[in-house]
């Protein structure tokens, strides 16, 4: 790959330049003193929000292509996971999440960070403006809503990022929530359990308010609930976790796609039955080869770098059902002979979960969740309260609309637990979203990564033997005790903060 992310700071630089990298509150942010109170103002200033989740922005005086939120979000929790493997080595940053060679300067994590509270800036000054209106009709109560979704959506996926899962240690240090204009820029990490909380005020509080649609590319009642089914899921309260993947379930509003209708379903985001919550991409976003989603795991032999593949082990795990109509979103790269190339001795099955949108390979509108999550959500809560049969029955409710009609899991397999089926379907139904690591560390099991890769320290191609798997290489598991699970706090915000502490 060539050098087209800058190279990483080093150390001193960043100590030059740290009031200026983080701002808590940015200085081209909108304010109370600009905002206007006029539903045309607040949905002018709202939807800023919604587009600094896939607007590259100027950060550290540059604007660089490779810098959006959703690139962040995927390659952070994606790229560690054993789904994707890496093809070569790289001077991206994304490669750290592979090597797990973290550093507090890398840049991948101080754009997300900085964008982060970029997004739950924008939303504060916007709810304080509505709230010091007075203004409850609908429609504002419809934006202010969407105002808490936002707020405990990147709250959320902060924590889950920099702090370690609920279920391992709820007291341990979490990110620093920002919940109001006039929190001192002097603040430290609340704990995990306390960022969960706030999330959940938030996120319920916003079902309360959300009650009109704007379309699946603006937050939902039922995109609240959602949030809340998928944060009660880590938080193990299994319940809750029921309670709210029910209330999507039942809304009626969504439903799953059919063997025919999957493989055209993340293309056709914005329409599709699944959709609940998507960030909408439109052409003038299509931003090709520099900077998309899509450019690092699939290529048409133009469109992108593909130095990224889906797993020999995803694969494995997948290789029972060649019926199975997930299989399409996995891409072979085949030459004349009609075999599959390999690069740099790793095998290149592309990803194109986030392809085609427009006929456009670089093009997409990434759902941020779906109805066959919530499903998926009910089962695993199901299975940990001992309901292995409703468990079976959920799981089998995706089975049955992606071809596997004739192979439905009936009942436990022999030296497997109910818990163990849904989080193998999990995986396979949504692989690439941006779950897998976070499924198997809040449940306290290892990353398995013993396959070939560049996840390999310092692996040569003479050294692949496709036949055999790798041993004696660091970091081929990853027990959810390492503190490599998660990723550093940037530099920018312990030079800014002295408040704010280092992870280990």
Known sequence: MKNKFFALLTLAMVAASSCKNLNVNP??????????????????????????????IEFNGTVDANNMYLRQFYHLSDFASDDIVCGQVTTDPLYYSFSLGHSPSQSNTRY??????????????????????????????QLLGECYF???????????????????????PGIILRTNLTDEAQKARSTVKEVYDAVITDAEKSATLMTQSRGVQYASQEAAWALLARVNIYKEDNDKAIEYANKVISSGKFTLATKATYPSLFANAKSASETIFCIAFTQTDDYGKFGSIASMIYSDGNSGWGEEYASSSLRDAMSAHPEDVRWSYIVPSKD??????KKNGIEMYYISKFSFQDGLPNLSSPIMFRIAEMYLIRAEAKAKKNDAAGALTDVNLI??????????????????????????????????????????FRNKRTLDKTYWGYHITGLKETDIDLSKKPSGYPNLTVPYTSPRTIYFIPIDEILSNNKATQNP
């Open 27 to 56: 200085s081209d942010a909108i304010s109370t003193g600009t905002i206007t109170t006029t539903t045309d103002g607040l949905t002018n200033a709202l939807n800023g929000a919604y587009a600094l989740l896939k607007d590259h």
């Open 399 to 440: 089975r049955s609309n992606r071809g596997l009609e004739g192979s439905l899991i009936n009942a436990v397999p022999a030296g497997k637990t109910a818990l163990d089926v849904v989080l193998d379907e999990k995986r396979i139904e949504m692989a690439f979203e941006g779950h897998r690591t976070y499924d198997v």
């Open 336 to 341: 004349g002979a009609g075999n599959v190339q």
């Open 150 to 172: 936002l707020r405990a959506f990147c709250h959320f996926n902060l924590v889950r990022l920099f702090g370690k899962p609920y279920s391992v240690d709820p007291n341990a």
């Open 112 to 141: 997300y960070w900085y964008v982060s509270y970029k997004i739950i800036t924008g939303v504060n000054t916007v709810i304080d403006a509505i709230e010091k209106s007075g203004k409850t009709d609908a429609t504002t109560n």
